[in-house]
């Protein structure tokens, strides 16, 4: 099946930081999303993004799918930004069936 | 709108016992999942539905069941647990029209 890598694993900001958190999948798909996980467990859906670029805020997002990577652009962070970041891919049509990464772990002091 | 709710948030189990974890969405979503998150890992695929009476299994089926009589409805149930089975469970939801996928708040599931 399709493999997701997420990097960095783990990375601890200053806040005010700038940051990149980095998506590779194995093979072509046709959904990416990227979830943030806050410390309290609640998983919120940050982008939709199967190619092209978004932004939402302090986010973007990129993703370059013939070259099977995507990027989080975390601007100006802040503390509560902090937790763990997740790509999940799904290579079918109709109802997707997300493959998830192991997440970037984030955690941004004051 | 509540979104998508989970019940129970916190259970203990013993080795052998059953029970349901509820699911429930208020947002006519027709695709429904459950995935279970482990320490240190993301999360993965137990079974979804996209409609009424439609399931089918995941990445990990194995010793759970689920059924969908409504569309707002998605029970998962834990038919014999087993250590194996702790973990946080979370169900999720999609619009037909839609690919976000909307998560619950989870269930933190321990079996001794």
């Known amino acids: 099946g399709i493999q997701v890598e997420q990097s960095p694993p783990d990375l601890i900001l200053q806040e005010g930081a700038n940051s990149t958190l980095r998506c590779n999948f194995s093979d072509s798909v046709n959904n990416l999303q990227w979830f943030h996980q806050n410390p309290w467990g609640q998983l919120i859906n940050l982008f939709y993004?199967?190619?092209g670029t978004k932004q939402n805020g302090r986010l973007s997002a990129t993703t370059v799918a013939t070259e099977r990577y995507s990027l989080l652009y975390i601007s100006s962070s802040q503390t509560t930004d902090s937790g763990v970041y997740f790509c999940?891919?799904?290579?079918?049509?109709?109802?997707?069936?997300?493959?998830f990464g192991t997440g970037t772990r984030l955690l941004v002091s004051p | 709108n509540a979104g998508v709710t989970q019940t129970p948030k916190f259970q203990v189990l013993k080795t052998g016992q059953s029970m349901t974890l509820q699911c429930a969405q208020d947002?006519?979503?027709?695709?429904m999942s459950w995935y279970r998150q482990d320490p240190g890992m993301g999360l993965r695929l137990i079974h979804y539905s996209v409609g009424a009476g439609i399931t089918d299994q995941g990445e990990v089926p194995n010793g759970y069941n689920v059924s969908r009589s409504t569309t707002e409805d998605f029970p998962l149930r834990l038919l014999s647990a087993a250590p194996s089975q702790t973990s946080v469970y979370f169900c999720?939801?999609?619009?037909?029209?839609?690919?976000?996928?909307?998560f619950g708040p989870g269930t933190r599931l321990t079996v001794t």
């Open positions: 993004i199967p190619s």
């Open positions: 947002m006519n979503h027709e695709y």
């Open positions: 999940a891919v799904d290579q079918n049509t109709g109802f997707q069936k997300l493959v």
């Open positions: 999720a939801s999609t619009g037909s029209y839609s690919y976000e996928q909307y």
